[in-house]
Nanobody, 124 residues
Framework: QVHLEESGGGLAQAGDSLQLTCAAS????????LAWFRQAPGKGREFGSG????????FYGGSVKGRFRLTGYKSRNTIYLEKNNVRPEETATYYC?????????????????WGQGTQVTVSS
């Protein structure tokens, strides 16, 4: 059974840095992909960043490029999202997602497995 465990959310002030962690278990494929999405109240899920274990190269959505950094350790089935200079408009629930197909895409429907989410609240 696939399980995605997110951690690292919480309260932050504008300009702070935060690190979110996603640990995956129960996935037998070697080349699956993991990604972070966020969902603000009343809005859809927005792609933040993702990587495939096939090559480990991270991809970023346009709104986070340059301020977010994604790293991962295949041996731990874990990815880390470092968020720098966070903004109040980035207050959202952050979800980790996974899929057995290795191609990283920004569409949420391309991910079969989802974590419960971790809340990030940024105050001004």
């Amino acid at each position: 059974q696939v399980h995605l465990e997110e951690s690292g959310g919480g309260l932050a002030q504008a300009g702070d840095s935060l690190q979110l962690t996603c640990a995956a278990s129960g996935i037998t494929s070697d080349d699956y992909k993991l990604a972070w999405f966020r969902q603000a109240p009343g809005k859809g899920r927005e792609f933040g960043s993702g990587l495939s274990w096939k090559d480990g190269q991270p991809f970023y959505g346009g709104s986070v490029k340059g301020r977010f950094r994604l790293t991962g350790y295949k041996s731990r089935n874990t990815i880390y999202l470092e968020k720098n200079n966070v903004r109040p408009e980035e207050t959202a629930t952050y979800y980790c997602a996974a899929d057995l197909k290795s191609l990283v895409v920004g569409a949420s429907h391309a991910y079969a497995y989802w974590g419960q989410g971790t809340q990030v609240t940024v105050s001004s």
